[in-house]
């Protein structure tokens, strides 16, 4: 670049200049992956342009000047560019700076590696450095024994499933739902520079005003919700005997996150739960929104500054009672613990955030990140040996494509060798009502089916769901129990006829009684959920009743072949597989509009929702990157926090 091109700027300072801006461009990537897809919507980004950014990045990558300017910088690109309004922007650019700016100067790869994981359809969604690794799996795998039919006269034990409390502090009743922000019915940063004209919540000008049980739209859960639903069960189950919580305490407001407030919340939660459900013993798991940022969680082999024990420490104070005292260095250490609950039963806590997409500590290096996967599998060899049965509760499942695939293979693997071993896994975050096979050929659906994971439904409404929760029914404590799951029953409310008459306390009705009943299964074992799938290929009615219950009664119009086939494919999966799903029919059985193999329902495309789609299609040209330079620095005086220095472009 000539220096005429920024004027008096010498080629020292162009260069700087643009090295500052690909770095904040690539952050900038980084925080949209953190966001629903349809909030970057703006953002025109493509393969090629990140691939230009990140040649041009190694060759300049040195200067420490980014560690100190990197979040003004961003700030002014998300100005620029209409990214997310100003005071949203800013929070995230701020929250990720850090992070973003050590990882980037970790990296040494190809640039289409990179773009990959960055942009969907760009290059594979890959490790950086390596695309897999591998587990070494327990040799010795016991000889599998056929399970004995469950015996329905012998006594059971009762766990409730909590799972997305996402409680929202700021909720406030009245204010806009329809705000255009990723977190609304909340009071906004700056109502000069939000969206939605309306935002000032002046009464005459709300579109939908937030209600007093909460909203379904981009909103969270109000506390008083979660206390209404803790009271509401512990006044109609007595005989709950634990209680396990599968993540994600947090708003979704993560441009507002700080560890204190998050601290506050693990200490917050715990004690909420441990004083309504007469201190219950409940088993919570990290979700990816208890990173700060959102997402992060880092291995011990990063900087200190990064290192988890403020989130870590806190949960381990807060679950005291509920978590060993032998099991606490573990939880500082890794956000993991095992209880041995009762005779012939553990409890596993996994802390599933070590293989999270976007988990960015991840792109320096994925591979069983601080040990965990082999933790994980040691207690459950340790329990095979001890002839114990083992319920797993962590947060996001293998095949919601937001967990990498080497963590999701890797799981797989472990679930299928101690499949005798397991006999519940308890997920969430998802917010709807799922589960996700496993095969003994991971990649064949037609192989026997060895397990399944069930996420259970949210409380918060976030975006398209009525609150709920679940309790299972299970073998209960006698000898040679096995602790499978025998049946379970869902609860919900309906937040509209809830709102309707605010002054009263919600109903919180039955979803249905028995989930065998309701979905015609003979038993809960993983055989029958893998022919529930068969059914509903043919079956119309027995397909809309999982619909409906995915989200909890709240109509969600039609929906189509391809709609229906990518709820059947989301089912099979586990991991990242996509010909699994091969031998669902691409033509509805009736006869129909042909889809694409690629076809995806609203679940699916839910789970690519922090991929960023690129929309421009060729190289951009020096000029056209300097121009965007000189709008940037022409509009926007960056500034860094120290009083004495000057992020100068």
Known sequence: FTSSAFGPLTFCKQAKMLHRLLVAGLLLMGCALAAPAAKVSNLETSCSTCEFAVRVLHNMWGSDTMDACAAEFIDAICEELQIYDHFVCTGIASAFADEAVWVIGEILIEPEELCGLLIDGCGNFVNPLTQSWNLSIAPNKPARVAPKPIDKTKPTIKVLHLSDLHVDRKYAVGMEAKCGEPQCCRPLGDPDEVKNPNINNAADRIEKPAGKWGTVADCDTPYWLLTNMLDHIAATHKDIDYVVVSGDLESHADWDYTRERHQEMVKNSSDTIRSRLSN????????????????????????????????????????KGWVPEDQMDTVWYSGCFMRKLWPGLRVVSLNNGYGDHINFFLYVNQTDPDGTLSWFQNQLLDAEKAGDKVHVVAHIPGGSGEALEGWAINYYKVVNRFEDTITAQFFGHT???????????????????????????SLTTYSEYFPAYRIYEIEGKYEGSQYRVVDWAEYY??????????AKDPEWKTLYASVLDEYEMADASPAEWDKFITKMITDDKLFGRYRKNFYRQLDMGDCDWSCRRGFLCSARKNHHFTPICDDIPLDPPSGGRRVSALTSSSIERKAKRRRVTPTVE????????????????????????????????
């Open 280 to 319: 219950i013993p409940t088993f919570f798991a990290v979700g990816n929104h208890e990173g700060v940022p959102i997402d992060s969680f880092a291995p011990h082999f990063t900087p200190e500054r990064f290192h988890m024990d403020w989130l870590y420490g806190t949960m381990a104070d807060a679950w």
């Open 493 to 502: 409310v309906n937040i509209t006829e809830a709102n309707a008459t605010p």
């Open 431 to 457: 917010h709807s009502e799922e589960f996700n096979m496993f095969y003994e050929d991971p990649d064949d659906a037609s192989s026997r089916p060895t397990g399944v994971t069930w996420s259970a439904p």
């Open 618 to 649: 060729r190289m951009p040209t020096k000029e056209e990157v300097i121009e965007r330079a000189r709008n940037i620095v022409s509009k926007h005086q960056l500034k860094t926090n120290r009083a004495d220095a000057t992020c100068n472009v």
